[in-house]
């Protein structure tokens, strides 16, 4: 069964920074896809950043969504199973919960969330 558990969510002051972690484990696959999505009140789920793999030694191919370029990075450990968002000089909108999403073998499975709050 697969797993996708994120970490590192909390509260910053805008122009913080926060580092998010998703590991993902049971049966993973080395071709995939992973990313970030998040949630605000009210609003729907968007997608913040994705990166893929193309097997264990792969960088990947990144995308991110307009409002996040140049503040926030997406990376991932192929080796761990675990992707990584550094979000950088943070916006009070950027407040929503974060959920985690790996796409394998045309099946998705997302986390629980995590909350980040962004106090201007």
């Known amino acids: 069964q697969v797993q996708v558990v994120e970490s590192g969510g909390g509260l910053v002051q805008a122009g913080g920074s926060l580092r998010l972690s998703c590991a993902a484990s049971?049966?993973?696959?080395?071709?995939?896809?992973m990313g970030w999505y998040r949630q605000a009140p009210g609003k729907q789920r968007e997608l913040v950043a994705t990166i893929t793999s193309l097997g264990i030694t792969s960088l990947g191919s990144t995308n991110y969504a307009d409002s996040v370029k140049g503040r926030f990075t997406i990376s991932r450990d192929n080796a761990k199973n675990t992707v990584y968002l550094q979000m950088n000089s943070l916006k009070p909108e950027d407040t929503a919960v974060y959920y985690c999403?790996?796409?394998?073998?045309?099946?998705?499975?997302w986390g629980q969330g995590t909350q980040v709050t962004v106090s201007s």
């Open positions: 999403n790996l796409n394998q073998l045309r099946r998705e499975y």
């Open positions: 049971g049966s993973i696959f080395s071709i995939n896809a």
